[in-house]
């Protein structure tokens, strides 16, 4: 049977999240608003009890045409006619389930692994309940929490085999995440067929419009979603055309960089961006990014000086400039050198959409799941990776968040996922003074305000101004060391725009250092 497992629908009775209403009531109003499916879950009910409210479920999906899957209890399916069930890994398998139930009933399986998704694939599920993906209050027995990161690697497993199988996300999905989910699903060989949801419907206080508002973000790409180009023949010395029009488009909009930042290095940081003509302003106070967001800038999340209110200051940002379609940029600075860095990296991951992730390798590696390590203070510490496994990371992760990484040390490698670029420019002192990573990190965002079509153009357009401005301020002969090299940074930043505000690119003519690399 072919389910549409778009917006897959999930009960929950219990008081908190049905608040006194009606079961029936309020699954008859979902499925006004688009659910697509209904799955019937009760964990502390009698059989008897069971039976006679899945009889009056089937009742209500049956005028609707759609679908009602029992969780779990095979016996109770059987009993009311039920289109199929859905099952656990501690539950029934599907060998046995088949046995019991009609030729052409449905069988859902949840997974956690590629290994599980392969077993229940072999045994003859028709879909696949993915999760758990985000933490969520209704599900205390959750094993783990597999995030975008474990989805897409089931995904990807499930692409490679024979028997085609229909998947949903399940877990803390709602109205703020649901389109993140779908669309980095998509980024893979084989993309989610749908979402499962408990209380952003059950709970709501008008399911059917909750339902309607699901349905719809479902069916569209988010705000923030842009679909990089397809690599051309001379692809880095086209993109390298562009720059200077970038440098000077940046100049003449004065974008907004909002930098939620290091305070450490705050100051700096906000000269950098004036000196490039973008407009910054510094504010770690998450409510204020409603406001902010609706400017059109950019958003910089630099965990650098973190303390008990960051995370939950960084998340109400995120999801107001996600909402509001705008470049958001993550510098996990010393991702993995304390309990405290790796769980907000974990909570940041889960909480929101990056249009680029920018860091040096270990925290880029922690960000991915694979950390050499614990990181001393936000250096990188000894490279364990050659050139290749480098610009593999940057691919890797660019590929499985579907955005922009940028990992940065001697070479550079920026990568979104389809093209990778070695850039080699820059000099020692910009890793021998404060702020110089996190103002890297306002002049992308910048950049990327300008130029959304292409955020890796954006990227390495503001990536080489960068780096040039240090090369030429390193140059001057009154310029000794670290101390002297600092305002010379910031004037050559001033000079460049200036130049190329004038229509002048002798700043940048034959100065890139930039190779795409084939892997």
Known sequence: MAVNLSLYLVTDSTPAILK??????????????????????????????????????????????????????????????????????????????????????????????VEEAKRAVEQGADYLGIGTMFATPTKKDTKSIIGTAGTKEILNALADLDRP???????????????????????????????????????????????????????????????????????????????????????????????????????????????????????PYGEEANDLSTFGGALLINMGTLNSESVSNYLKAI????????????????AGATKIRKSAVKQLMSGGYFDLIKGNEGEIREVFGNSAGRQRGVDSGPSTLNNREKATLARDLA???????????????????????????????????????????????AFLTVHRTDKLHAVLAGLLMFEIAAENAAAKEYVRGPGSFTPAFLDELYAIRQAASRGDNSWFAGRAKVQEIHL
């Open 165 to 283: 199988v229909g998947t949903v996300s399940i877990g803390g999905i709602n109205q703020s995440n649901v389109q993140r989910v779908i669309y980095q699903s998509q980024g893979t060989k084989k993309g989610l067929d749908g979402v499962a949801v408990v209380s952003a419907i059950i709970a709501a206080e008008d399911p059917k419009a909750a339902a309607s508002e699901l349905s719809k973000r479902i069916s569209t790409l988010p705000p923030f979603a842009s679909i990089p180009p397809t690599p051309r023949e001379n692809e880095a010395a086209l993109l390298l055309n562009d720059v200077p029009s970038l440098v000077t488009k940046v100049a003449k909009d004065r974008p907004l960089v909002h930098s939620m930042i290091n305070f450490v290095v705050a100051n700096f940081a906000a000269n950098v961006a004036l000196s490039i003509g973008a407009s910054p302003i510094m504010s």
């Open 399 to 445: 590929r499985r968040e579907r955005n922009c990484v940028l990992l940065t040390g001697d070479v550079d490698y920026l990568s979104d996922g389809n093209r990778v670029f070695a850039v080699g420019n820059g000099h020692e002192f910009l890793g021998q003074i404060t702020g110089t990573g996190c103002s890297l990190g306002t002049v992308a965002g």
């Open 20 to 113: 006194g209403r009606d079961l029936c009531n309020v699954v008859e109003e979902s499925l006004k608003g688009g659910v697509t499916v209904v799955q019937y879950r009760e964990k502390h009910s009698d059989t008897g009890v069971m039976i006679e409210n899945a009889k009056k479920l089937h009742e209500i999906t049956k005028a609707y045409s759609v679908p009602l899957i029992i969780n779990d209890r095979v016996d109770v399916a059987v009993a009311v006619g039920a289109e199929g069930v859905h099952l656990g890994q501690d539950d029934m398998n599907v060998d046995d389930a088949k046995n019991l139930l009609p030729e052409n009933a449905i069988i859902g399986v949840t997974v956690a692994s």
């Open 319 to 334: 999801l107001a400039y996600n909402e509001a379609g705008n470049p958001v940029i993550y510098d996990p600075v010393g």
